[in-house]
C-alpha cells in the first residue's frame, strides 16, 4: 500500500496507524501518509445517514469517463428498419453525453420532450450563438419532415426560411417561385420534400434562422433517436433532476455494508442482485465476490454480488441477444436508465466501489427492437467502507431462484483501491532484466527498481484518487506509483498533446485507464524519474547514522533506510513504525520487504 508522495515542506495532519509524538519530520519532500479515503467520483446528498447521488449537480457530461473500450454493432437489418443506424463505439475516458444516444432514455428520462428553448433556459446558453450545424438532428432532416415538425413553416413564404431558400436555390436546376408558401411548394411538388438538410453547409445560419425551430420538442424531428446527446448543445449539461422524468430513488431500503468478501468466495444464495430478466435473487457458485448486507431484517445476511465477476443474461427483444445476451449483476435503484453494480470489492481495504452501466434501446414509431442488456460501462459510482449505510433502493421479500449467475474468469485476491491490481493483461515491468553496471553508492539501480516495483505495481497501475494532509489532490501513477500533483510528473505529461485535460480528469477525481496514462507517462519518463529520485535519496540515506550499528548506512541496510524514504518521503524517522492509513505496511516493514526483494532482483538479473 502506497503513502501519498508530497513535495510540500512538511507533514500536517498525519493519520497513522500508530501515532509519532513528539517528533518534528523535516524534508518530507516525497510524500506525506494519506489522511483521506478514496472519495466516491460523484457528487453526493446525505439522505438518512447513507450517501445518495447529488442529482442537481450530475449531468452526462460530468459523469466520470467510463473505463473500458468497447463498441456495438447493430444486428442485420437494423438500420432499414429504424431508418438510422444506433451502433456506436465508446473510448476510455469518454463521458455517457459522448456515446448514449436519446433514444437510450425516450421511456426513462424522456429527453425527446425537451426544446431547444428549454434546454437553453436550464444551463444558460445563448441561443443567438447556435449554429443550425450545432443541433444535431438537422443533419437527419428532409424539407418534408421539417415541416411536419414544425408545422407553422407551411405557411411562410419561401424567401423568408432562407435555410429552405438556399436548398433549395442549391438542388434545383430550374427556376422556382420563392414567394409561394412553402406548404404550396410541396403540395404542387410533393417530391422536393425528400430534399436533405445534410447536403447544405448548415454551420453558416444560426438556430433562428429556422423559425420555431428552439421551441419544437425534439421527438418531434425525424430521426431523433439515433442522435447522441452531446450533439444537442447544452442537454449534456442539463442536471439529473430536470430531465424530463427525472432520476429519483426507486424505494427506501437502506442496508449496511457488513464486509467487503473477494471471489474466494463460494455458493451465495441470498442475494438482493441480479436482472430485470432473472430477478434480483439470482445466486452465485463460484468466484462470489460480494458485499454482505446487515440492518433490517429484510437486508440481513444478504448478499450484493459484485458484477465484475459475475454476468446474469439481460436485455429484451431482438437486442437481447447483443453482448451474448449478458451483462453484470447488479440492481436499479434508481429506475431503468441505467443499472447500479457492485464492482471492486476489497478485503484488505474493507471498502467497495460502484460503477454505472447504460444500455441502448431501439424503438421507432411501431418498431420497437427492445433493449440490449446494460453493458455500456463501467462508469465509477459511489465508493462505500465496511459498517456504512448504502442505499439498496426497493428490497422484496426472495422467491426461490433456479437460475445462477456466470463468472467472468477475473480475480480479486488481495485487491486494494491504492494498489489496484490489473485483473486483465498486465503492463510490462523490469522483472529480471537491468543493466548490473548501473549503480550509485554501491546499489544496483535497476534492482532496486525491480525491488519496488514488486510491491507497488506495473507501468500502468493508476491508484484511487486521494487527498494529503497538505490539500494536494491526485492519483499515484505507474511503477513507482508517482503522485499526479508532482511538479516533475505533471510537468511531463503537460508537455504532450492532450497531457493538459488528461491532467485536468485526474485533477477532478475521474477516472483513467492505465493504458490512458502510459500515453501520457511513458515507462521510459516513469523509470528516468524514479532514477533521479533514487539517486537523491541515497546519496542522503548514506550520509546518515544507522542506529543499529552506530555507522552510515551501507548494504542492506542502506537498502532498507533508502526503500524508508522512498515509501515515506526522504524525513520520515529511520525505521518508523507507523504505517499507512490500512496497515499493510509500516515504513520498518517496507524497508525490510524492498531489501528482500533486492535481494532476489539481484539473482534474477545475474548481478551476483
Known amino acids: 500500500m502506497k503513502l501519498l508522495r508530497n513535495l510540500c515542506g512538511f507533514v500536517t495532519g498525519l493519520s497513522l496507524s500508530l501515532v509519532i509524538s513528539g517528533i518534528f519530520i523535516s524534508d ?8 483521506t479515503e478514496p472519495s466516491s467520483p460523484v457528487p453526493t446528498i446525505t439522505w438518512q445517514n447513507t450517501q445518495l447521488p447529488d442529482w442537481n449537480q450530475i449531468t452526462f457530461s460530468s459523469l466520470p469517463g467510463i473505463t473500458e473500450s468497447g463498441s456495438f454493432l447493430a444486428p442485420s437489418g437494423v438500420s432499414k428498419q429504424l431508418g438510422y443506424d444506433p451502433s456506436r463505439t465508446w473510448v476510455t475516458g469518454q463521458t455517457p453525453a459522448q456515446y448514449m444516444k436519446l433514444g437510450d432514455f425516450q421511456d426513462s428520462f424522456k429527453l425527446q420532450q ?16 447556435i449554429k443550425l450545424s450545432d443541433f444535431g438532428v438537422m443533419q437527419l432532416q428532409t424539407l418534408e419532415s421539417l415541416v411536419q415538425a414544425i408545422p407553422a413553416l407551411k405557411n411562410l413564404p419561401i424567401t423568408e426560411v432562407k435555410p429552405i431558400f438556399d436548398l433549395l436555390s442549391q438542388e434545383l436546376a430550374t427556376q422556382f417561385d420563392s414567394t409561394q408558401t412553402i406548404g404550396q411548394l410541396l403540395q404542387h411538388s410533393p417530391h422536393l420534400g425528400q430534399l436533405e438538410f445534410a447536403n447544405l453547409p448548415m454551420d453558416s445560419y444560426n438556430l433562428d434562422a429556422i423559425p420555431g425551430l428552439d421551441s419544437t420538442p425534439i421527438g418531434a424531428f425525424k430521426d431523433w433517436q439515433g442522435v447522441n446527446i452531446d450533439k444537442i448543445p447544452g442537454l449534456g449539461d442539463v442536471p439529473f433532476s430536470q430531465f424530463p422524468n427525472p432520476a429519483n430513488p426507486v424505494g427506501a431500503d437502506v442496508g449496511i455494508v457488513d464486509i467487503a468478501f473477494g471471489t474466494d468466495e463460494q455458493q451465495r444464495s441470498g442475494t438482493i442482485s441480479g436482472s430485470k430478466k432473472e430477478g434480483f435473487n439470482v445466486p452465485c457458485e463460484k468466484d462470489c465476490a460480494h458485499i454482505e448486507l446487515s440492518g433490517s431484517p429484510l437486508v440481513l445476511g444478504k448478499q450484493w454480488i459484485s458484477g465484475k465477476y459475475q454476468l446474469v443474461h ?15 449483476t447488479g440492481r436499479h435503484p434508481f429506475g431503468d436508465a441505467f443499472k447500479v453494480v457492485v464492482w471492486d470489492t476489497s478485503e484488505v481495504d474493507g471498502m467497495i466501489s460502484q460503477a454505472l452501466f447504460f444500455r441502448a434501446c431501439m424503438r421507432k414509431g411501431l418498431v420497437d427492437l427492445g433493449c440490449t442488456p446494460y453493458f455500456i460501462g463501467p462508469i465509477p459510482w459511489l465508493t462505500y467502507k465496511e459498517n456504512e449505510p448504502i442505499f439498496l433502493g426497493l428490497v422484496t421479500g426472495s422467491a426461490f431462484n433456479n437460475s445462477v449467475s456466470i463468472p467472468t474468469g477475473k480475480k480479486s485476491s488481495g485487491f486494494s483501491f491504492n494498489n489496484s491490481v490489473n485483473t486483465t493483461t498486465k503492463a510490462p515491468t523490469l522483472s529480471s532484466s537491468g543493466n548490473c553496471s548501473k549503480q550509485y553508492k554501491g546499489v544496483e539501480i535497476d534492482a532496486l527498481s525491480n525491488a519496488l516495483s514488486d510491491i507497488e505495481g506495473n507501468y500502468d497501475s493508476v491508484g484511487a484518487y486521494v487527498c494529503d494532509g497538505a490539500g494536494n489532490c491526485g492519483r499515484s501513477l505507474g511503477t513507482k506509483q508517482f503522485m499526479s500533483y508532482r511538479p516533475d510528473v505533471r510537468s511531463l505529461i503537460s508537455s504532450k498533446s492532450g497531457g493538459q485535460e488528461f491532467l485536468a480528469l485526474v485533477d477532478k477525481g475521474q477516472a483513467v485507464s492505465g493504458e490512458e496514462m502510459m500515453m501520457y507517462f511513458p515507462p521510459t519518463e516513469q523509470q528516468a524519474t524514479f532514477e533521479s529520485d533514487i539517486t537523491k535519496l541515497l546519496e542522503k540515506a548514506s550520509q546518515q547514522i544507522d542506529p543499529t550499528t552506530g555507522q552510515p548506512f551501507t548494504k542492506k541496510r542502506l537498502i532498507e533506510r533508502v526503500a524508508q524514504m522512498h515509501f515515506g518521503g526522504a524525513g520520515i524517522p529511520i525505521d518508523a513504525a507507523v504505517s499507512d492509513v490500512h496497515g499493510l505496511f509500516s515504513v520498518k516493514g517496507y ?12 539473482q534474477s538479473m545475474g548481478c551476483f
Open 28 to 35: 518530507y519532500s516525497e510524500r506525506s501518509l494519506a489522511v
Open 114 to 129: 425537451f426544446n431547444q428553448e428549454s434546454i437553453s433556459e436550464i444551463v444558460g446558453l445563448d441561443l443567438s450563438k
Open 314 to 328: 439481460g436485455g429484451k427483444g431482438i437486442l437481447a441477444s447483443v453482448n451474448g445476451g449478458k451483462e453484470p
Open 591 to 602: 524497508g525490510e520487504k524492498a531489501a528482500a526483494n533486492y535481494t532476489q532482483a539481484l
